[in-house]
Nanobody, 128 residues
Framework: QVQLLESGGGSVQAGGSLRLSCVTS????????MAWFRQAPGKEREGVAAVGGAGDTRYADIAKGRFTISRDTAANTLYLQMNSLNPGDTAAYYC??????????????????????WGHGTRVAVSS
């Protein structure tokens, strides 16, 4: 079965950067939609960034200009480069992937319901 394993989280000062990685198994990251979500304590999980099979990307407003989603097809790995972090970015970050072809386009790629595979999350804590 498909497995997703996130890493790269940690504690940083405001203004700092982190690079999250999502290593996949038995999954071709170049053929399906993948995304990063996050969930802060007591809040709903929200989409942060997504990439489609054609390489198109989408970002939530809170991520635009600060975060970059990318993939390494040779390594079947998804990345999220996070810069200019602020305390509001404190959350558990999850890697997600579709089972088949991405069924949506545009901003709908940031909706949780389209994703079938999920990692267990990596924690990010940003202090003032």
């Amino acid at each position: 079965q498909v497995q997703l394993l996130e890493s790269g989280g940690g504690s940083v000062q405001a203004g700092g950067s982190l690079r999250l990685s999502c290593v996949t198994s038995k999954y071709d990251v170049s053929r399906h939609c993948m995304a990063w979500f996050r969930q802060a304590p007591g809040k709903e999980r929200e989409g942060v960034a997504a990439v489609g099979g054609a390489g198109d990307t989408r970002y939530a407003d809170i991520a635009k200009g600060r975060f970059t989603i990318s993939r390494d097809t040779a390594a079947n790995t998804l990345y999220l480069q996070m810069n200019s972090l602020n305390p509001g970015d404190t959350a558990a970050y999850y890697c997600a992937a579709t089972r088949g072809l991405c069924p949506v386009s545009g901003d709908d790629a940031l909706e949780e319901y389209i994703y079938n595979y999920w990692g267990h999350g990596t924690r990010v804590a940003v202090s003032s």
